[in-house]
C-alpha cells in the first residue's frame, strides 16, 4: 500500500522558515514527479512546487517564487518544501502529491497519490 506521509508544518511567525517533508511508502518513487499543493479554507486546492525525478528540474507557482524551495532525496524516498519569508496568506494545509508518470504538472488531476496534508499557520 502507498503511503505519503508529511510532516513539519506548525504555527509560524510572519517572515519565519518552516521545512515540510514528505515521506512515500510502498514503491519507490525515484523515477517519478512529485509535487506540493496547498488548501486554505473555503478554497480549492492550489499548486505549490513540482519536481522532477532527478531534482535538476522544478517549477514553482508565482506566489512562492523565489521564496520556497522544493527537493527531493531519492535514497530516502522523500521531497521536501523548504519555506522562507512565510505570509500570513501561504497558511494552508500542505498536501504532498506523487506520480506514476515523470511530467511537470500543475494539475492535481495529474497525481495519482496524495498524502492526508500537514497544517501550515502563519500569523502576522
Known amino acids: 500500500q502507498v503511503q505519503l506521509v508529511e510532516s513539519g508544518g506548525g504555527l509560524v511567525q510572519a517572515g519565519g522558515s518552516l521545512r515540510l517533508s514528505c515521506a512515500a511508502s510502498g514503491r519507490t518513487f525515484s523515477s517519478n514527479a512529485m509535487g506540493w499543493f496547498r488548501q486554505a479554507p473555503r478554497k480549492e486546492r492550489e499548486f505549490v512546487a513540482a519536481?522532477?525525478?532527478?531534482?535538476?528540474?522544478?517549477f514553482y507557482a508565482d506566489s512562492v517564487k523565489g521564496r520556497f524551495t522544493i527537493s527531493r532525496d531519492n535514497a530516502k524516498n522523500t521531497v521536501y518544501l523548504q519555506m522562507n519569508s512565510l505570509k500570513p496568506d501561504d497558511t494552508a494545509a500542505y498536501y504532498c502529491?506523487?506520480?506514476?508518470?515523470?511530467?511537470?504538472?500543475?494539475?492535481?488531476?495529474?497525481?495519482?497519490?496524495w498524502g492526508q496534508g500537514t497544517q501550515v499557520t502563519v500569523s502576522s
Open positions: 502529491a506523487a506520480q506514476r508518470g515523470g511530467v511537470l504538472s500543475i494539475l492535481p488531476s495529474s497525481y495519482d497519490y
Open positions: 519536481i522532477n525525478w532527478s531534482g535538476l528540474s522544478t
